[in-house]
């Protein structure tokens, strides 16, 4: 099956600054990857998902990447808001199976 | 917009007991997920359903657990003979399609066992 890792597990940010999170995957099959922003004791939800046969998409401050080759994919936030404070999981496959989280934090 | 929804959305059962938790999909998905979410945890995949039965499964998904579709409307895990270990927040979700197509998350049942 597929095996998601992502890092950090905790990224605390000022406000305006810039917030990264990689992931990688396992099965070379995959071919959806979105992300998830869970904000406390919530549901998932989908902010951004990327398809393999797009290398970037980009949707006003988010961003994915995928590099198929190297099996990873990262999300980028700019200009980070308090409101963008909650856990962001990764996923991957046809069945959505998670990384283990990011708590961001953005401090105003 | 529609949504998956959840009841009940806390429920506090005794060890040993079974519990039945439900899910009413969004009606014109055709594809629907039991996820499990210990607290401070990841997202875990339980099982996965399509055209009334079970297309995959995960390990975590051993014959203390169940689902049904009873009706046209319904989704439901069941969960025998509850451990401690059980307690988490379960989520069901739905998708209009399987592969690469977007997960709608319901709310949540919040499962306690004591």
């Known amino acids: 099956g597929e095996n998601v890792e992502q890092h950090p597990s905790t990224l605390s940010v000022q406000e305006g600054d810039s917030a990264v999170i990689k992931c990688t995957y396992s099965?070379?099959?995959?071919?959806?990857f979105p992300w998830y922003k869970q904000e406390l004791g919530k549901r998932p939800q989908l902010i951004i998902d990327?398809?393999?046969?797009?290398g970037e998409k980009k949707d006003q401050r988010i961003a994915v990447t995928l590099n198929k080759t190297a099996k990873h994919f990262s999300l980028h936030i700019t200009e980070t808001q308090p409101e963008d404070s909650a856990v962001y999981f990764c996923a991957a496959s046809r069945i959505p199976t998670f990384g283990r989280g990011t708590s961001l934090i953005v401090h105003p | 917009e529609p949504e998956v929804t959840q009841t009940p959305s806390h429920q506090v059962t005794q060890m040993g007991q079974e519990v039945i938790l439900r899910c009413v999909p969004i009606?014109?998905?055709?594809?629907f997920y039991w996820y499990r979410q210990i607290l401070g945890q990841k997202v875990e995949f339980l099982v996965s359903f399509y055209n009334n039965e079970i297309s995959e499964k995960s390990e975590i998904f051993d014959d203390q657990f169940s689902v049904e579709r009873p009706d046209g409307s319904n989704f439901t895990l069941k969960i025998r003979s509850t451990k401690l270990e059980d307690s988490a927040m379960y989520f069901c979700?739905?998708?209009?399609?399987?592969?690469?197509?977007?997960?709608?998350f319901g709310q949540g049942t919040r499962l306690t066992v004591v």
């Open positions: 099965d070379s099959a995959s071919n959806y």
């Open positions: 990327i398809r393999s046969n797009v």
């Open positions: 979700a739905s998708s209009e399609e399987g592969q690469g197509t977007e997960a709608f």
């Open positions: 009606s014109n998905h055709l594809y």
